[in-house]
């Protein structure tokens, strides 16, 4: 049963700055909603019933925007404004299910996973990265029913143009069926000669609990971070079985100023 998400949250957003430098990228909106409100809709249609974030003390404007209550409280008094009732009852909603971890030295990926180690509770939970929305169908939901059908943990994957391999996570695969495949390999942001093949990986990831025995022992790796991508790989050489899904939605990358400008044209035509 995947029930609980973690979202990592405390990275700087460098491509994004200066906007970064006063606002947090996940709450930059994208066709008038926060970045982050269409990774928690994905989830929430996709049976997730806790969320914990992972911020930092630069980034408490997330915490704020969900815990605002004081606010919401004395200009619904004034107002009484439908609207704004209807804002703040979702927000209510969602204060419910999120908990809060400080990374407040961003690391890496896997340092933030490691951060969340106490609060989850069964064998698997779900990964999302903010920056990588996914429109036209639920990409998480489709993952949880692949890894009820295989039991394993589960990556989102999607082909890319070769010449932008070392902007990826890679993939090496084998058994490959039509939506999905076992990986074989991962590496992190490899060179266009070391890929193994230019299937990426997605901001997605169904993970097992025993990822953070694996985090605990890593090194820094490609630009002095702590991947999960490497934690993934000495799983895989352990026998672990992970699998590609090959998502059939629309992949946004809102993690530079071009691909957040284009997020906001896509999701504004599909609607
Ligand atoms: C992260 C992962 C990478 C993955 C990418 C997807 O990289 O480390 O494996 O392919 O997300 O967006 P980042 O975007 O943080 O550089």
Not at 2 to 28: N, Y
Not at 64 to 79: E, G, Q, R, V
Not at 161 to 180: A, D, F, H, P
């Amino acid at each position: 049963m995947i029930k609980q998400a973690i979202i990592p949250l405390a990275g700087l957003g460098t491509r994004m700055l200066p906007l970064t430098s006063v606002m947090p990228k996940e709450l930059m909106p994208i066709n008038g909603k926060p970045n982050l409100e269409y990774i928690l809709e994905e989830c929430l249609e996709a049976g997730i019933k806790e969320f914990i974030f992972i911020i930092s003390k630069n980034k408490l404007s997330i915490k704020k925007y969900f815990f605002n209550d004081n606010f919401y409280k004395k200009i619904i008094k004034k107002k009484k404004d439908v609207k704004i009732i209807q804002e703040y009852k979702k927000i209510k909603k969602y204060q419910k299910m999120i908990k809060f971890v400080y990374q407040n030295n961003p690391k890496g990926t896997g340092d933030a996973v490691l951060k969340c180690k106490k609060f989850i509770k069964n064998k698997f939970f779900l990964m999302l990265l903010p920056d990588d929305l996914i429109i036209k169908s639920n990409c998480s939901k489709e993952m949880i029913r692949l890894h009820k059908k295989t039991n394993g943990s589960i990556i989102a994957t999607k082909r890319i143009e070769k010449k932008t391999v070392s902007r990826w996570g890679i993939l090496s695969i084998k058994n490959k069926k039509k939506k999905y495949f076992q990986i074989k390999d991962v590496i992190e942001k490899p060179s266009i000669k070391k890929a193994p093949s230019n299937f990426a990986i997605i901001g997605r990831y169904i993970l097992p609990t025993k990822i953070f025995g694996e985090i605990k022992k890593l090194k820094p790796g490609q630009g002095g971070e702590i991947h999960i991508t490497d934690a993934i790989r000495r799983l895989i050489k352990k026998e672990n079985k992970f699998y590609g899904n090959i998502f059939t939605g629309k992949y946004l990358d809102c993690g530079t100023l071009s691909g957040y400008i284009n997020s906001g044209i896509e999701i504004f035509k599909g609607k």
